[in-house]
Nanobody, 121 residues
Framework: QVQLVESGGGLVQPGGSLRLSCGFSSAYYAIGWFRQVPGKEREGVSCISSSHTSTEYGGSVKGRFTISRDNAKNTVYLQMNNLRREDTAVYYC?????????????????WGQGTQVTVSS
């Protein structure tokens, strides 16, 4: 069983930045970030392999979001810059034996409780 805890969500103006954190209890898993708005499917945002040598980004966030991993601190970060209103969602981190990593939520076995990100003026 892997436990995951997200933090760092909140309200930010368009063009602003936030950094999400995902604390995890085991370093042997790939970690993915996903987001979901009511009535829509869960969308893959970014992922990073367990060795943090491989990353992937969804097309809508590429160039604006950066994922990183500190296995010594058991934490994955998602730095979100130049935020847009359409980035508003509940953001989840997930862990899975998915090497190197991928943006299909079916590849992830464990999920956090989510953190709300709202981009609004």
């Amino acid at each position: 069983q892997v436990q995951l805890v997200e933090s760092g969500g909140g309200l930010v103006q368009p063009g602003g930045s936030l950094r999400l954190s995902c604390g995890f209890s085991s370093a042997y898993y790939a970690i993915g970030w996903f987001r979901q708005v009511p009535g829509k499917e869960r969308e893959g945002v970014s992922c990073i392999s367990s060795s943090h040598t491989s990353t992937e980004y969804g097309g809508s966030v590429k160039g604006r979001f950066t994922i990183s991993r500190d296995n010594a601190k058991n934490t994955v970060y998602l730095q979100m810059n130049n935020l847009r209103r359409e980035d508003t969602a509940v953001y989840y981190c997930a862990a899975g034996f998915y090497e190197p990593c991928g943006l299909n939520p079916l590849g992830y076995e464990y999920w956090g409780q989510g953190t709300q990100v709202t981009v609004s003026s």
